[in-house]
Structures are given as C-alpha cells and as structure tokens.
C-alpha cells in the first residue's frame, strides 16, 4: 500500500465519531440512491444489492444490505387495457312467488365484449330465462340484449347488442396458466359496483365442483381455475385476467363456505363456444348417450371398485334419472353397457378433476373416438361416433 494511502486511510479511521458519521452518511447517500432507482423502475419488482466495509482496515467483514421495491404499474396497466371491453348487464325474468303469483326478479352479472360489433361472452346462469336483458358499457350507454346462444354443455352464453366500434378483449391461452401465477377480477360486483377490479393468484388448476345458482337446481363443473382474487356476486361472467392483459378465464362461481377461493370457467373452452357460434349460428357440443357417476377414491372404496377414476355408467342415485344409456345414442350402438367404466377418450384419462364432460369437449360431433372402459373388471375398447348435444 502507498504511504499517502496509508496516511488517507489513518486519517479517515481517525476517531470512533468520525467512522460513525461517514457510515451513517454513506447509509443516507445508499438509501437515496435505491429510492431514486426504485422510482425509475416501472414495472414488477426490483432489488438492490450495495456493500460496504466496516471495522478496522484490512480485516473488514463484507455487509450485504438489500432494498426491494415493488411497483403495480402492471396490474393497472392491464386492467386499463381490459376494462372498456367489460359490461354490466342486468335482467328480468319471471318468477313464481310463494303464492303462486307470476312476479318479475331482476338479476344481475358481468360480460365482456369480444366482437367489434357486440357479441358478448359472459354465463349462462346470468342470464338464462331472462325475459329483458339490458347492457350497460363502460361508458355509461344502454343497450337491449338478446341472448343468441346458450352451451348446452358448460356455463357459457352469448348476448348481443347492436353497436359498432366498440372496444374488445385479447384472448389468452388458459393452457399456459400456473399455480402462483397473478391474476386480476373485473365485474359488475353485487350487481352494484361495476368494473370492480380485485387481485389475486392462480391457486390451483383443473378443479371440479357442484356449483348452485341459488334456485334449487345444481351442476358439475370441471376443468376450472381456482383463485384467491375475491369474487363476489355479481362478478359472474366477467374475465379473469392474466398480467399482460389478456382474458383468461370467465368468473363463474365462489365456495360460499371458505374465505377467498372462487372459480373461472378457463378461456379455452369459450373459444371452441365462440367459434362453433360464428360458423353455425349456435353453439354446438359433442353427445356420447350415457349417464355416470365420477369415481373419487372415496367412492371407489365405499363401493368396493378397483379403480380410483373414471365415468361409472349408472342411472338413479346421485343422477336422478332412470336411463343410464340413451337408446340408439352412441354409447348404445357401440355397444357400452350399464356398470361400465369409461376410464379413457382417445388415450386421454379420465380424472376426478378432468372427468368426462372436459375430456369430450374438444371434439366436434361426428367425430369417431377411441373409448376404453372396464367391464367387471377386464379392460375393453370401442369406437364411438360422437352425436350433438340438444
């Protein structure tokens, strides 16, 4: 070490006030600089590292000190990208009151624009039955809708409004989504606050449930995104949006007995709904004929059956019906029986979380699907030809 650095050095370490002060400053002059960064930074998080010697010259320990800044310009930006394509929409229908008088109940949900000139994707329990829909857009205007389509087969419809010009949604790919992944709600919650935007995370992915629209009657929906972000009545049909802005799942319900888990019907499967519209003026579904159970390993062992998945030909019970094949339907001309159990679609398994319904949906009518299934426990395989779902 040079001497005049050797001098500079004892001059600085001179005292123990002095050593305090130049470290209390350059802890100031460190903190100013990440704060100024932080400010610079416009997007998710960014981390400083900044080191500095302490002690005597020559035997100083390294001190390591982090700043972690954390920015949402990406979730506002998205939800501006989104939310002038998302509409509130209310409706009347009609009702038999507890003295069997025909009287009016108004409802409300959430949809969003997908088409320039007003096609509207949102839920069929929004508004199936309604006998007036009424849209309202994200800049006040009303318009009359008319449900145009209804899926027989998941809780998807489409309403449409005469206007043109009008702002739309980007389309996101509902395969690529991820446990953790951060996702945005927008809808018109309690059928009062509109465009209500909440924040949360993809928690899990393909869950299946018993969904209730609070009229008595109930159906099993598979292949739904679980999220934390709130959802709240009012809330269905609205997108479910991913960081970069675009949708990918539609609100659909919420488990009323837990805090913060609700469910969206993934895109993808709206897209096949929408293209099927656009092509054929209705949205069209694939009809295998046949009524089943989905096996959980519950039920698999409270009934004493070898296998913890798959679609169990069976009518009555939990069904509620009495024909468990359709006669002359597919199942029945490819000779399926009752008490079979369909445990793969074109080598595609069948799971307690993805059951029949999802593994069926891709396809079109018409098209011939390789089924394997148990019969009293030997694994069998048959063609089928898929029918359409009225």
Same mark, same amino acid.
């Given at each position: ?6 001098? =500079? ?7 123990? #006030? ?6 209390? /400053?350059?802890?100031?002059? @460190?903190?100013?600089? *990440? ?9 998710? %998080? ?35 990208? $989104?939310? +002038? ?12 009151? @507890? ?12 949809? %969003? ?10 839920? #069929? ?9 009424? $849209?309202?857009?994200? !800049? ?13 087969? %998941? ?7 005469? *206007? ?8 996101? !790919? ?16 309690? /059928? ?35 999220? !934390?972000?709130?959802?709240?009545? /009012?809330?269905?049909?609205? +997108?479910? $949006? ?20 609700? %469910? ?22 694939? @009809? ?9 390993? =519950? @039920? ?6 070898? $296998? ?38 074109? !080598? ?31 694994? &069998?395989?048959? &063609? ?7």
């Amino acid at each position: 070490m040079a001497v005049d650095e050797k001098n =500079e050095l004892e001059q600085i370490f001179q005292n123990k #006030k002095e050593r305090k002060g130049n470290y209390v /400053g350059l802890i100031i002059i @460190f903190t100013i600089i *990440a704060i100024l960064a932080g400010i610079v930074s416009s997007y998710g %998080f960014v981390t400083y590292y900044m080191s500095k010697n302490v002690g005597t010259p020559g035997a100083a320990p390294k001190v390591t000190e982090k700043y972690t800044v954390e920015e949402s310009s990406g979730v506002v930006d998205s939800v501006k990208k $989104v939310s +002038p394509s998302v509409v509130s929409i209310t409706t009347t229908s009609k009702a038999i009151s @507890f003295w069997g008088q025909t009287v009016e109940q108004k409802g409300g949900g959430t949809g %969003f624009i997908i088409t320039n000139d007003g096609l509207i994707l949102t839920n #069929k329990h929004v508004v199936n039955g309604a006998t007036d829909v009424t $849209v309202i857009t994200n !800049d006040g205007k009303d318009y009359q809708g008319k449900v145009v389509a209804l899926d027989p087969l %998941f809780d998807f419809a489409l309403v449409k409004i005469e *206007a043109k010009g009008l702002p739309i949604v980007e389309l996101g !790919d509902s395969s690529m989504l991820e446990a953790g992944q951060r996702v945005i709600a927008i809808g018109n919650a309690l /059928g009062e606050y509109d465009n209500s935007v909440t924040v949360g995370v993809i928690s899990g992915i393909a869950r299946a449930i018993t969904a209730s629209d609070g009229s008595g009657s109930s159906s099993r929906l598979e292949g739904l995104i679980q999220t !934390d972000a709130p959802i709240n009545p /009012g809330n269905s049909g609205g +997108p479910l $949006v991913n960081i970069q802005g675009q949708v990918v799942g539609i609100n659909t319900a919420i488990d009323s007995t837990a805090n913060s888990i609700g %469910f969206a019907l993934p895109i993808n499967s709206a897209k096949i709904a929408i293209d099927s519209y656009i092509k054929k003026g209705k949205i069209v579904r694939p @009809f295998i004929g046949v009524r089943y159970i989905n096996i959980t390993r =519950e @039920f698999a062992a409270a009934n004493d059956i070898s $296998v913890t998945a798959g679609a169990l030909i069976l009518a009555g019970q939990t069904t509620g019906e009495t024909v468990a094949i359709v006669p002359g339907g597919p199942a029945d001309k490819a000779g399926m029986q009752v008490n079979d159990i369909i445990i793969s679609v074109n !080598d595609e398994k069948i799971t307690e979380n993805k059951g029949l319904i999802s593994a069926l949906s891709s396809y079109e009518p018409g098209t011939v699907v390789e089924v394997k299934y148990l019969r009293k426990g030997e694994e &069998k395989t048959t &063609k089928v030809t898929l029918g359409e779902m009225k």
